[in-house]
């Protein structure tokens, strides 16, 4: 919502502008029947179906639960880094160079990255493309990165690195956009000024997924866990989509895509059709779970089943 020109997204020959695009998914929705709450969850409470959500005023009951928050950039919360007309986000500074990159605004600019992650690599490698030449600004002597994204940065000619300095404000008009950064050194503490066209923070991205902690599976940053061959979490009935499960891509396609496998795994669930967790198993909405290896069906009460057609057991 918050990006300005998306021109990757399938079926925009001219591209589209971010609130645009959400008006018409929206508008599609609707054209289904779709219904929309405009609250703000505060609390969830996973334990038991129907599950629980929790605003300031309402509680909000659901049999099955698509999780799609996805995944905020991190920022330096420097002045001139918000977005327009309160800074210049959308107007030359950005947190997606896949996004925003090819955009005739940063074509054959001089550009800054701030980072030294993996994040801030591929950033400033994919940049190259289209720059004129890319700058990565990094507050420390050494990267974080690893080593196969440092050496094909240093490889590259278009990159170079300014080393122990913080980007400490960005600088430029309404009109032009970016125009340049204000530096510091952080060993010397001496400043200075650097023109640029472009500013890409990259140091990472943070799932917002704290209302989900201590009752979904995340990895150490915080995203959440799904398996590979489905949506599904390790509550039966809970799914993830977008970027709150997708550390990678982070792409609107690809969030398209997972969004469309939640829809179906949910409305699978529903239909009392098994869905697969994180942990191979496959569970029902009624509770009954097979086993990784689809050999056996355990039934809430436990009770072991094979899970064989009966035309088999009958032969037997």
């Known amino acids: 919502m918050i990006t300005t020109d998306v021109e990757n997204y399938p079926g925009f020959s001219e591209g589209i502008q971010g609130p645009d695009l959400m008006v018409e998914f929206r508008k599609q929705a609707e054209r289904f029947g779709t219904e929309f709450l405009e609250e703000w969850i505060t609390h969830v409470d996973l334990q038991q179906r129907p599950f629980t959500l929790y605003t300031d005023d309402k509680i909000i009951k659901a049999d099955a639960l698509i999780i799609a928050s996805g995944a905020s950039a991190k920022w330096l919360g420097i002045p001139g880094e918000a977005k327009t007309p309160h800074g210049f986000g959308g107007n030359g500074v950005s947190a997606c160079a896949t996004c925003d990159g090819?955009?005739?605004?940063?074509?054959?600019k001089h550009l800054i990255v701030v980072g030294g992650g993996d994040t801030a690599m591929e950033e400033a490698t994919f940049l190259t493309r289209y720059a004129k030449r890319v700058f990565v600004v990094h507050r420390r002597d050494k990267l974080r990165a690893s080593k196969i994204m440092q050496e094909k940065a240093f490889r590259n000619d278009k990159i170079e690195f300014i080393w122990n300095t913080d980007v400490t404000a960005i600088i430029g008009t309404n009109e032009q956009g970016v125009t340049g950064v204000d530096l510091r050194n952080v060993e010397t503490g001496a400043e200075s000024v650097m023109n640029c066209e472009g500013?890409?923070?990259?140091?990472?991205?943070?799932?917002?997924?704290?209302?989900?902690?201590?009752?979904?599976?995340m990895d150490a940053v915080g995203y959440i866990i799904t398996n590979g061959h489905s949506?599904?979490?390790n509550i039966p009935g809970v799914f993830a989509?977008?970027?709150?499960?997708?550390s990678v891509y982070r792409q609107a396609v690809t969030a398209a895509g997972t969004g469309c496998m939640a829809a179906i795994d949910a409305e699978r669930f529903l239909d009392h059709l098994p869905i697969e967790l994180p942990s191979g198993e496959e569970v029902t909405i009624e509770g009954e779970h097979i086993t990784p290896d689809r050999k056996l069906i355990?039934?809430?009460?436990?009770?072991v089943i094979p899970n064989e057609p009966e035309a088999a057991l009958v032969e037997e």
Do not use: S
């Open 199 to 217: 500013v890409f923070i990259a140091i990472g991205h943070k799932p917002n997924t704290h209302l989900f902690k201590g009752q979904l599976d």
């Open 241 to 246: 989509c977008g970027d709150v499960q997708d």
């Open 298 to 303: 355990i039934t809430p009460d436990g009770e």
């Open 231 to 233: 949506t599904g979490t």
């Open 102 to 108: 090819p955009l005739p605004a940063f074509r054959n």
